[in-house]
């Protein structure tokens, strides 16, 4: 089953927004290791951004798409949820 629908820019954003937030603080570690002064810094403010920025994204394609292709926006908003969640696991994983 093809889903034409994932191909548009509504449907990809937010999927993109959740891979860069999975994948930017763990980058940022490898790179530069831990922050000794135990400050946030810029990979996590980065990540809070990318995770706020779904919401509008995943909004503006329900909008746009949920009475057009009813079926097909439910596949990919279980897709965007899904990514969305995976994002932020991480987050209540590590937590201290």
Do not use: N, Y
Request: charged share 10%.
């Amino acid at each position: 089953m093809t889903l034409p629908l994932l191909k548009s820019l509504s449907a990809l954003l937010p999927l993109g927004l959740a891979a860069a937030a999975l994948t930017l603080p763990w980058i940022a570690l490898a790179v530069f290791g831990p922050d000794p002064t135990g400050d946030e810094g810029i990979a996590a403010h980065l990540f809070q951004l990318f995770m706020v920025a779904q919401v509008p994204c995943i909004v503006f394609f329900l909008a746009k798409w949920a009475i057009r292709e009813p079926k097909q926006t439910a596949i990919v908003f279980a897709l965007q949820v899904t990514a969305f969640i995976a994002a932020a696991v991480p987050v209540f994983i590590l937590d201290k």
